[in-house]
Structures are given as C-alpha cells and as structure tokens.
C-alpha cells in the first residue's frame, strides 16, 4: 500500500472517505494498525497516563515522546505518524521549533500542539519551516488544571463562537489537521464545515473527516473512569487485530461514534 501524506489525507476529507486515527507507543503496535489500515498514529502525550501511569499528561517530556515516536517509526511502513508536543515545549515559537525538530528526527511527519488563537503564529513559524502542524483545540488536556477537570467544551454560544475562530485562526496559520476534542456534536460539524482542513474527533461527533481514540480505552485496556466518548471495541472480538480492523470499519461506515459516544 502507498504511504498516507498530508496530501492523501487532504483527498480523503475532500471525497469524504473518514479517516481512521489511533494512539501508538510502540513497533508492535504500529506495524499491527499499520496492517489493519489506521491511516493515521498518533504518539500522543496520553502515554503519561496510559504507559506512565500518571494522572494527567503535564508530567511527559520531550525525551519521552521521541523515544516512543522512535519506537513507533520502527514498526510502521506506511501510516502517517504526529507526535505530540508535550506541556511546557512550545511556549514560545523558538522552543517549539527547538523542540519539534526533535521529534521529526525521531521519526514523526507532523507535530501537535493543544491551543487556539494565541498559538498562531507558532504554528506559522513551525510550518514556514517544514514541520506540519496538527492543531488540537476543545478539552485540550494540558490544561486541566485550568478547566478545573476534564470538561465538554464549547457549550455557550460564546465558547462556540470563540472555538471557530481558534479553528480559522490555526487554519490560516499553516495547520493540515486539527483534533477536536469533547465538544458538542453540532459544534464538531460545524467546524467541519467551516474547514478546509480535515477534522479528527474524539467526543466530537460523527461529522468529523475522521476519528481518533486511545489504543488503550479501545482495546478496554485502561483501568480508569470510561470517558463517555470511549468505545471498548473488544467487546464482540476476540483478537486485537480484529478489535482494530472493527474500528476501522465503523469510523469508515460512520456508526462510529453513535449517541451514545457524543455530547
Ligand atoms: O494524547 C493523546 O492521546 C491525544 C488524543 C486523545 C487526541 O492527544
Ligand atoms: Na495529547
């Protein structure tokens, strides 16, 4: 199969075939979704949590995130591969760069970074100098500790409003794809729309280009609180792999997420 791009992924939102995105932190796995058809790996800071066994993703370094990027970039031949910029690596543009750099030479394709308007011109300083940025916007949870909790954003009109601007904004700004994160559904198609660029939703509704979940929470695998967003898709399989490729079908076919999964 060829390799996914940022151009193949483009073509997927504009024909409308969904795009199908989980979290890596390892070889094996990434050659398993690689083989299963997840277009899209996502080394995401959520290791700290799911890997780490910390209560939030604030304690993850740089150092930790190129290790698993490397680790992923060696099982994988043909998905696409972002790596999460981790709390505190992009406060301003020159540590973001800095710091994306490394991630690309540890293998990944894109970086992603939590935040709206004011993260801008980081994301024009990154992709004026060749790194594609992943924009991440909603319940963005680094900042945990300033939403109080983990909490559905963009429910007034006002966070709404604000949260489309943020998406133009980083849009405009350079961004090839944006993750959003538990937002009410009509707000997630919305956006969609609103976009040129693809969406990855995760408690964003089933309007998003694509779908993304911890490899963790879908395998069943995590011991904490289900996030209503969450879907156990082991539950009907018995193996993994089959788990894997019934995410891939159902983000592909659009009956997931259901109600049941969406604010
Ligand atoms: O770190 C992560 O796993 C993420 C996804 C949930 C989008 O950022
Ligand atoms: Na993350």
């Not at 299963?36 to 996502?42: D, H, I, P, R």
């Not at 995401?44 to 993703?57: A, E, K, P, R, Y």
């Not at 020159?94 to 011109?121: I, P, S, Y």
């Not at 963005?140 to 909790?149: E, L």
Request: glycine share 10%; aromatic share 6%; charged share 20%.
């Amino acid at each position: 199969t060829k390799a996914v791009t940022v151009t193949s992924l483009q073509a997927m939102r504009n024909s409308g075939e969904k795009i199908a995105m989980l979290t890596c932190y390892d070889a094996s796995f990434a050659a398993l979704m690689d083989r299963c058809g997840v277009e899209v790996l996502l080394i995401g800071d959520s290791l700290g949590m799911v890997c780490q066994g910390h209560d939030s993703t604030l304690p993850v370094t740089l150092d930790d995130i190129a290790y698993h990027t490397a680790s992923v970039a060696r099982g994988n031949q043909t998905a696409f591969l972002v790596a999460d910029m981790p709390f505190g690596s992009y406060a301003t543009r020159e540590d973001a760069f800095r710091n994306a750099v490394k991630l690309m030479q540890a293998g990944a394709q894109m970086v992603k970074l939590e935040g709206g308007t004011w993260l801008a011109e980081t994301v024009r300083f990154l992709t004026e100098r060749a790194i594609p940025v992943c924009a991440h916007i909603g319940l963005t949870p680094q900042s945990v500790h300033q939403f109080g909790g983990y909490k559905v954003q963009g429910k007034t009109v006002e966070a709404a409003d604000q949260l489309k601007a943020d998406a133009l904004a980083l849009q405009a700004a350079g961004a090839a794809l944006v993750v959003l994160e538990a937002i009410p559904s009509a707000l997630g198609k919305e956006v969609t729309e609103l976009l040129t660029m693809p969406t990855i939703g995760i408690g964003a509704g089933p309007d998003c280009a694509g779908q993304v979940l911890v490899m963790h929470d879908m395998l069943g695998v995590f011991p904490g609180r289900k996030a209503r967003f969450v879907k156990n898709f082991m539950e009907g399989q018995n193996s993994i792999e089959a788990a894997i490729r019934a995410y891939v079908a159902e983000v592909k076919k659009q009956s997931f997420p259901g109600p049941e999964h969406c604010f």
